[in-house]
């Protein structure tokens, strides 16, 4: 018997996805001038970049926060804000819509 089939996945949750797409909901509620894309092409593009570009931290939700409130939390998550940053301007140079 799988390990799949026995154990509930879905309680295993990718906490950095989270963060990825709330970094970036800020930073378009920022962008006034209306300066990135908001296509589905970009901003997938723009999450997938970030998402590769720092270490993934997963939780079993069911645990709740594994690092909440502590020092490591706090670094974590602006090495987030900083990958999301860093792909928006690359996509915004080079945009991945057709
Ligand atoms: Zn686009």
């Known amino acids: ?3 799949r089939d026995e154990y509930d996945l879905d309680n295993l949750t990718n906490e950095t996805e989270r963060m ?12 006034q001038k209306g300066e990135i894309c908001r296509c589905e092409d970009c901003i997938l593009d723009v999450a997938a970049l970030a998402l590769n570009n720092v ?3 997963y939780r079993v939700s069911l645990l709740g926060r594994l690092y909440a409130g ?3 939390e706090t670094r974590y998550a602006d090495k987030v804000r900083q990958a999301v940053h860093s792909a928006i301007e690359k996509i ?3 945009p991945s819509h057709g």
């Open 1 to 3: 018997m799988a390990l």
């Open 20 to 31: 990825v797409f709330d970094a970036i909901e800020a930073e378009l509620a920022v962008d």
């Open 55 to 57: 270490s993934p931290m």
């Open 70 to 72: 502590s020092a490591d």
């Open 92 to 94: 915004k140079a080079n």
